[in-house]
């Protein structure tokens, strides 16, 4: 069984930053591929950014479009976790952010499928 825990969401003015981590355990983490999703007020749960496993030598990183030149994914295999690093944030970014693990597919470019989630935490942008 995977757990996933994530830490780091809180209030920030527009234009702040945060650091978002999310441990993992009961699965070889560096052999899987991790990601970042969000979910705001009255919307539907969608892509932020995926970190992806390549036969555990090399890792690419993905982003969806809302957070390309803002947001920046990474992982230390050493500490099994991976982070979200949010810069120039929005009110729109105002949602609970999930960390997740599974397989990639692509559709134009990749993303993750997940089958595995955290239990979200929550990030309030105000302005």
């Known amino acids: 069984q995977v757990q996933l825990v994530e830490s780091g969401g809180g209030l920030v003015q527009a234009g702040g930053s945060l650091r978002l981590s999310c441990v993992a355990s009961g699965r070889t983490f560096a052999r899987y591929s991790m990601g970042w999703f969000r979910q705001a007020p009255g919307k539907e749960r969608e892509f932020v950014a995926l970190?992806?496993?390549?036969?555990?030598?090399?890792?690419?990183?993905y982003y969806a479009d809302s957070g390309k030149g803002r947001f920046t994914i990474s992982r230390d295999n050493a500490k099994n976790t991976v982070y979200l690093q949010m810069n120039s944030l929005r009110p729109e970014d105002t949602a609970v952010y999930y960390c997740?693990?599974?397989?990639?597919?692509?559709?134009?470019?990749?993303?993750?499928?997940?089958?595995?989630w955290g239990q979200g935490t929550q990030v309030t942008v105000s302005s």
């Open positions: 997740a693990t599974g397989r990639t597919y692509y559709n134009g470019s990749y993303y993750l499928d997940p089958d595995y």
């Open positions: 970190h992806r496993w390549n036969s555990g030598i090399t890792y690419y990183a």
